[in-house]
C-alpha cells in the first residue's frame, strides 16, 4: 500500500451562487482514503455528503457551483486545479462515480449496452466487439442474469435493484481506483440492499479500490466502512477510525445520530432519542458551532465561537468546545 494518501481532501471550501446570494455548503472539509480503504460520509440531508462527492468528480453545476479554496489531491494530482477536459480523463477511467437515483443516472433512451460501452469508448482503444464482450461481462459480474439481453433492453424495463447493478456496472466498467458511491441503496428494500452492498465489497476485494461510501444509514457505515467522517452543515464534526467513533461518539450530534439506532437486544420500553430540529438552511446558519441550537448540552461559547478540529484520541478529531480543555 502507497505511503501517501490515493485522495486527500483539505480544508475544501465550495460555494453557490444563488439568485438569493452566495452560499458556502462545504467550509473546511478534510479527509483522506489510502488504497483499497473505505470510507464513510454521514449526516442528515443537507449536510454536504453529496456536495462533497460532485466537488471531487469536478461535477459541480456551472456556472454556480465552484470550488473556492483547498485542495482535492488524487493520485498526486491536484483536481480542483485541474483543466475539465483533464478531469474527463479521470472521471470514469481513474474515479468511478454511483449516483444517487439510478433511474436519473441511466439515459431512459439508450439501452443499457449504449450506455455502457460509451465509458469504454471514451476511455480505451477496444474495438466495438471487445466492448460489448467486456460490458456483458461487467452486468454478469454485477449479478445480473442474461446480460447479453439486458444490453438490449432500456431502463424503464429493469426493476430498481437491477437499475442499480446497472449503474455500479457502468462506474466499474474501466476497473477505477476509487469508487464513489451516493446513497447506492436508496430506496431499495432491505434484501437487494445487503445485496448491493455485498456486491460492492466483493467487487472492492476482487478489484483493489478504494471506496467512499456516502449514507446516511449509520448501519451501512458500521457494516462497510473502516473510517468515518460526520459532516454537519457543510463541515466536519467527527472523523475516525468506525471502532473509535461507534466505541466512543464525542461529538453530540454523532451521539444523538448513534442514540437513535433501534436496538435489536429487546423492545424499547420507551421512545428513540431523536435530535430536535432540522439541519439549518446555508442561508440562516447560526454563529458558532452550527449545531448549537440542537445541542442540548451547548454552552455560551458554543455560540459565540466556531470551535477547530482537535484530536482528541488517536485518530480520532472532533469539533466541539465541550472538548476543548486537556483529557
Known amino acids: 500500500m502507497s505511503h501517501s494518501p490515493l485522495l ?6 465550495t460555494e453557490f451562487e ?24 454521514v449526516g442528515e440531508s443537507g449536510c454536504g455528503k453529496s456536495v462533497t462527492a460532485l466537488s471531487i468528480m469536478g461535477l459541480l453545476p456551472r456556472p454556480a457551483g465552484r470550488v473556492v479554496s483547498g485542495s482535492i489531491v488524487f493520485n498526486d494530482l491536484q483536481l480542483n486545479t485541474l483543466p475539465n477536459r483533464s478531469m474527463e480523463t479521470i472521471r470514469g477511467q481513474s474515479i468511478g462515480m454511483v449516483f444517487q437515483e439510478p433511474m436519473t443516472a441511466l439515459n431512459p433512451v439508450h439501452t443499457i449496452g449504449r450506455q455502457l460501452t460509451e465509458s469504454l469508448r471514451i476511455h480505451t482503444n477496444l474495438n466495438d466487439q471487445a466492448r460489448i464482450q ?23 424495463q429493469l426493476s430498481g435493484g437491477m437499475r442499480q447493478r446497472v449503474v455500479i456496472a457502468m462506474a466499474l466498467i474501466c476497473q477505477p481506483k476509487l469508487l464513489i458511491a451516493d446513497e447506492p441503496t436508496t430506496a431499495l428494500d432491505v434484501t437487494i440492499q445487503a445485496q448491493i452492498l455485498d456486491l460492492i465489497k466483493d467487487l472492492q476485494n476482487e478489484m483493489g479500490m478504494a471506496v467512499i461510501m ?19 452543515a457543510g463541515r466536519v464534526a467527527e472523523r475516525g477510525s468506525v471502532k473509535q467513533i461507534f466505541g466512543s461518539p464525542m461529538h453530540p450530534y454523532t451521539q444523538g445520530l448513534l442514540s ?19 439541519v439549518p438552511s446555508l442561508f440562516d446558519l447560526p454563529t458558532g458551532c452550527r449545531f448549537n441550537n440542537r445541542c442540548a448540552r451547548a454552552i455560551a461559547l458554543c455560540r459565540e465561537s466556531v470551535p477547530a478540529l482537535r484530536e482528541r484520541q488517536a485518530d480520532q478529531i472532533i469539533a466541539c468546545h465541550l472538548w476543548d480543555e486537556p483529557s
Not at 136 to 154: F, H, K, N, Q, W
Not at 262 to 276: A, M
Request: glycine share 10%.
Open 260 to 278: 437513535s439506532i433501534p436496538k435489536l437486544d429487546g423492545i424499547p420500553k420507551s421512545r428513540l432519542p431523536v435530535i430536535e430540529g432540522i
Open 8 to 13: 486527500e481532501v483539505q480544508d475544501l471550501v
Open 18 to 41: 444563488t439568485d438569493e446570494g452566495v452560499v458556502r455548503a462545504l467550509d473546511g472539509v478534510s479527509f483522506s482514503i489510502g488504497e483499497g480503504q473505505t470510507l464513510g460520509l
Open 134 to 156: 467486456a460490458a456483458v461481462s461487467m452486468l454478469d459480474r454485477v449479478g445480473i442474469p442474461a446480460p447479453d439481453i439486458r444490453m438490449t433492453e432500456y431502463p424503464h
Open 214 to 232: 456516502i449514507t446516511h444509514d449509520l448501519g451501512v457505515i458500521a457494516e462497510t466502512c473502516e473510517s468515518m467522517v460526520v459532516m454537519y
